[in-house]
């Protein structure tokens, strides 16, 4: 599929005035699955519990692409960050510990942690 065609498609999704039903947008990405991070970083403070559920459902694992996604899920809550990781692809998840490993090393040697917002800056870096 062309590029021109993805990036329609991610403006449609991130243009529409009404969330789309989970298999709606299942359908519609079928074989664009970094349209699947798209999804998370535009709905994700808009779907109820219900709708995490049947979204996570139709997310397959692994899910390239969808590290993007990690800050704004995690905005929302861990439990829905813990899904976004189960659906990541292994080097993704590799990556996503040595980000860890180094956050908790600079927490350790300087004696404070971060702010929130700082790690979700270093989380989004991570997928540029």
Known sequence: MAAGK???RRLLL???????????VKDMLRGALPLFADFFIT?????TSEE????????PAPCPGLLGALPAVL??????ARCLVQHLPPADVQRLRTA??????????SG?????????QVLQLMDA
Do not use: I, N, Y
């Open 52 to 59: 995490w559920t049947a979204a996570w459902s139709a997310v």
């Open 43 to 47: 709905r994700s403070t808009h779907l």
């Open 75 to 80: 905005a929302h809550s861990a439990e829905q």
């Open 100 to 109: 860890k490993l180094g956050l908790a090393r600079v927490h350790k040697q």
């Open 14 to 24: 991130r243009s529409a005035p009404v969330a789309p039903t989970c298999h709606a």
């Open 112 to 120: 404070m942690f971060l702010p929130d917002a700082v790690v979700r």
């Open 6 to 8: 993805f990036e329609v």
